[in-house]
């Protein structure tokens, strides 16, 4: 079945530093690839998206590559700040199913 | 643009007892899904909605069910609770449910059956 592995968690990052969550996924056709940020207390915020292959989904200094040949969607930021401390979550919708599956969740946290 | 919203946000209840949930998608908004969210299982699908019709299902027992209504509102109902119902209930409006469409999740409802 379709399924998204994501990168283990936690990650703990100084603030400006770089910052990649790695996605991969696994589907039967051409999935549409999401990632949601959850902040404590609340739910599932639509961080970027991305339809097809080679799409790059950016928002607030996230970006991410559908990557078709290595069935990737790898979240990145050149700069993170304490406010991005949360949990990314990596999802992929596919074909008439309506629903989303979801990786596991990376919590990050990032120190001043 | 109002988002979505979940009534209520904090609920207790004990075993055996039977839960309803709420959830108002956003205006215009015709698809609604159900996720369950917990720590050992993560976020997994339980159903969605789409003009009153309950379109797909993920593989939970038939305790849980919803229902959708013309105004797109949906609620869930859980039967027999059981200590492992225990978890965030998250819905999410989109415009059709399509692949592409964005899904947008409201701020949950936290069960908690002792």
């Known amino acids: 079945g379709d399924s998204v592995t994501q990168m283990e968690g936690p990650v703990t990052l100084s603030e400006e530093a770089f910052l990649t969550i790695n996605c991969t996924y696994t589907a039967t056709g051409y999935p549409s690839l999401f990632w949601y940020v959850q902040y404590p207390g609340e739910g599932l915020q639509l961080l970027l998206k991305a339809t097809k292959a080679d799409d790059k989904g950016s928002n607030k200094g996230f970006e991410a590559t559908y990557r078709k040949e290595t069935t990737s969607f790898h979240l990145e930021k050149g700069s993170v700040q304490v406010s991005d401390s949360a949990v990314y979550f990596c999802a992929l919708g596919l074909g008439s199913a309506r629903q989303l599956t979801f990786g596991s969740g990376t919590q990050l946290t990032v120190l001043p | 643009k109002a988002g979505v919203t979940q009534t209520p946000r904090y609920l207790i209840k004990t075993r055996g007892q039977q839960v309803t949930l709420s959830c108002s998608p956003i205006?215009?908004?015709?698809?609604v899904s159900w996720y369950q969210q917990t720590p050992g299982q993560g976020l997994q699908f339980l159903f969605e909605?789409?003009?009153?019709?309950?379109?797909n299902k993920g593989n939970f027992p038939g305790r849980f069910s919803g229902r959708q209504f013309s105004n797109s509102r949906s609620e869930m109902n859980v039967s027999t609770l059981e200590l492992g119902d225990s978890a965030l209930y998250l819905c999410?409006?989109?415009?059709?449910?399509?692949?592409?469409?964005?899904?947008?999740f409201g701020p949950g409802t936290r069960l908690t059956v002792l």
């Open positions: 999410a409006s989109s415009l059709s449910g399509g692949a592409t469409d964005t899904q947008y």
């Open positions: 205006s215009g908004h015709r698809s």
């Open positions: 909605y789409f003009s009153e019709t309950q379109r």
